[in-house]
């Protein structure tokens, strides 16, 4: 599957792409999905604005994408197939996993990274946001492949501090951070993650190491 993978820089990338998990329960199915479909349009034109430049407080975003051949992926999932197919040289493809590099001091709602500090914090700090992957290829080492191609670009960007918030219980997320070099910041207050309805989160933060130095 590996030798398959192909990860790019995109922003056209299909309007469910950053909604390909589906619910597990059966109660109220329809809203359910209504719902995060809603939620991932909202946030498809987000992206959109963010990466043109368009989002205040952005210097620059990059989404990147993994995507495998259709013909891989057949007998796996025929929605995931439909939601997320496109062409590429000929070939049928299909997004398999998504993350956004934001190049910015701060994500709005969140914990804010305290490196590095002082004047031209907004040009070395970077966050990893909307990082997702198919359920039908989870634990297949796809995730890490997007934080690693992640790095690489924060590293070309002059990037010298990157962060990802997770959710305080998401252990598996968090095992996967923790095993790509990220360790613990800081965590969010109770009273905020009351105020914006939502599970606590923590902040982890890694190092990129500015190759051109050696």
Same mark, same amino acid.
């Given at each position: 599957?590996?030798?398959?993978?192909?990860?790019?820089?995109?922003?056209?990338?299909?309007?469910?792409?950053?909604?390909?998990?589906?619910?597990?329960?059966?109660?109220?199915?329809?809203?359910?999905?209504?719902?995060?479909? *809603?939620?991932?349009?909202?946030?498809?034109?987000?992206?959109?604005?963010?990466?043109?430049?368009?989002?205040?407080?952005?210097?620059?975003?990059?989404?990147?994408?993994?995507?495998?051949?259709?013909?891989?992926?057949?007998?796996?999932?025929?929605?995931?197939?439909?939601?997320?197919?496109?062409?590429?040289?000929?070939?049928?493809?299909?997004?398999?996993?998504? +993350?956004?590099?934001?190049? *910015?001091?701060?994500?709005?709602?969140?914990?804010?990274?305290?490196?590095?500090?002082?004047?031209?914090?907004?040009?070395?700090?970077?966050?990893?946001?909307?990082? *997702?992957?198919?359920?039908?290829?989870?634990?297949?080492? +796809?995730?890490?492949?997007?934080?690693?191609?992640?790095?690489?670009?924060?590293?070309?960007?002059?990037?010298?501090?990157?962060?990802?918030?997770?959710?305080?219980?998401?252990?598996?997320?968090?095992?996967?951070?923790?095993?790509?070099?990220?360790?613990?910041?800081?965590?969010?207050?109770?009273?905020?993650?009351?105020?914006?309805?939502?599970?606590?989160?923590?902040?982890?933060?890694?190092?990129?190491?500015?190759? +051109?130095?050696?």
């Amino acid at each position: 599957m590996q030798a398959n993978l192909n990860l790019a820089k995109t922003v056209m990338v299909p309007n469910h792409a950053l909604a390909i998990s589906r619910p597990d329960t059966r109660v109220n199915e329809p809203i359910v999905k209504d719902h995060k479909r *809603c939620l991932a349009e909202r946030e498809f034109e987000a992206l959109k604005e963010r990466v043109a430049g368009k989002r205040t407080g952005f210097r620059r975003v990059s989404c990147i994408n993994a995507t495998l051949p259709l013909s891989h992926l057949l007998s796996i999932s025929d929605d995931l197939c439909t939601a997320c197919k496109f062409a590429e040289n000929g070939e049928d493809r299909v997004v398999v996993g998504t +993350l956004d590099l934001n190049q *910015c001091l701060r994500l709005p709602d969140e914990i804010t990274g305290m490196k590095p500090q002082g004047i031209g914090a907004d040009f070395a700090r970077a966050y990893l946001s909307n990082v *997702c992957v198919a359920k039908e290829l989870q634990r297949n080492g +796809l995730a890490h492949a997007l934080i690693v191609k992640s790095k690489m670009i924060a590293e070309d960007w002059g990037i010298s501090d990157l962060y990802v918030h997770v959710t305080i219980d998401n252990e598996p997320a968090k095992k996967l951070y923790m095993k790509s070099g990220f360790v613990y910041e800081n965590d969010e207050p109770a009273w905020q993650a009351r105020f914006l309805d939502r599970p606590r989160r923590i902040l982890l933060w890694t190092e990129i190491p500015n190759t +051109l130095d050696l």
